[in-house]
């Protein structure tokens, strides 16, 4: 019971600070779960500039948010999946598609990295 209502909440921060942000940002509507007022990298800006990816980005936002409240660890395996996103598609907009894709059914599955998960980019 405990462990769900640590979920909840850190959904309903994420939730949150995702709407604050649509409505303070107009870059933002498109629910990435970064400002897009503040995108830098390659990567960031391609995200922000594709509705299908920025939505795609707030779903793994919230996907991370619930795991993360019932897994710590779940943040420095993030950590590595983002900067090899970062690194291996960079503004590629299919490859950030497919890695997204995968890493959200990886979140949500509650499962540790397996063979369905790519191993290289490309």
């Known amino acids: ?9 850190a959904l309903l921060v994420v ?4 709407a604050a942000a649509d409505v303070a ?11 897009c007022a503040q995108a830098a990298t390659p990567t960031e800006l391609a995200i922000c500039g594709d509705p ?3 939505q795609l980005d ?5 996907a991370y948010a619930q ?5 710590p660890a779940i943040r420095q395996i993030q950590r590595g999946w983002l900067k090899t996103r970062n690194l291996g ?9 497919q890695m997204m894709t995968y890493e959200l059914g990886w979140l949500r599955s509650g499962g540790r ?8 980019i490309g």
């Open 89 to 97: 598609c960079g503004k590629d907009r299919e490859c950030l598609r």
């Open 15 to 18: 939730v949150g600070a995702l």
């Open 113 to 120: 990295p397996s063979a369905a998960l790519p191993k290289r």
């Open 1 to 9: 019971m405990r462990t769900l209502a640590a979920a909840i909440v």
């Open 52 to 54: 299908a990816l920025s």
């Open 58 to 62: 707030g779903a793994i936002g919230i």
């Open 25 to 35: 940002d107009p870059q933002s509507a498109h629910a990435a779960s970064f400002s």
């Open 67 to 71: 795991r993360l409240a019932l897994d």
